[in-house]
């Protein structure tokens, strides 16, 4: 019985010790369009192993407010390349019925605190499979009426405000 437990034990302390693939957020992008959000996550991957290692699935949920927003699974997104970084686009439709549950965060700031929470579940062989947890905080800001009209930025049109009181 020793000897049994003393090889799961070599065996886990291997595993453990073993390169793993990695994963990290470098970008989410938002598009506005009639039927909701569309958020963009740009996922680097980098692959220690000599082989491409195949995605079985990316689970994703997008909060704001502690509030689960969005959430759903992206069955076999393909699989990343041997010995390099890799970036997957992890797309996520927030529809216009959930948008209007966001109203209470965007108040005067007008602006939407998010957290959006990605799972890549990986096969590795002779070891199964592997979940890489990511996850990313940030602030969306809304298109304002002026961004609609006159293509500024809030930030734009405040220094305008101000270049006109310093004339004045």
């Known amino acids: 019985m020793d000897l049994l437990d003393n090889a799961k034990k070599f065996v886990a302390q291997k595993v453990s010790d073993m390169p793993k693939p990695e994963a990290s957020l470098t970008d989410v992008d938002f598009s506005f369009g009639l039927d909701g959000i569309t958020l963009v996550a740009k996922v680097a991957i980098s692959n220690p192993y000599s082989v491409s290692i195949p995605i079985c699935e990316t689970t994703y949920i997008f909060k704001s407010a502690n509030r689960c927003v969005a959430s759903g699974t992206i069955p076999d997104p393909g699989s990343f390349a041997a010995n390099s970084k890799t970036i997957l686009d992890v797309k996520v439709k927030v529809?216009?019925?959930?948008?209007?549950?966001?109203?209470?965060?965007?108040?005067?700031?007008?602006?939407?605190?998010?957290?959006?929470?990605?799972?890549l579940i990986i096969d590795l062989p002779m070891i199964g499979n592997i979940r890489i947890p990511v996850s990313h905080s940030g602030v969306m800001k809304l298109p304002s009426i002026t961004d609609s009209f006159f293509g500024k930025s809030p930030e734009e049109v405040g220094k305008d405000k101000e270049t006109l009181q310093l004339e004045k």
Do not use: C, F, K, Q
């Open 95 to 119: 529809p216009n019925s959930a948008i209007v549950s966001l109203v209470r965060d965007i108040g005067a700031d007008w602006d939407i605190d998010y957290l959006l929470e990605l799972e």
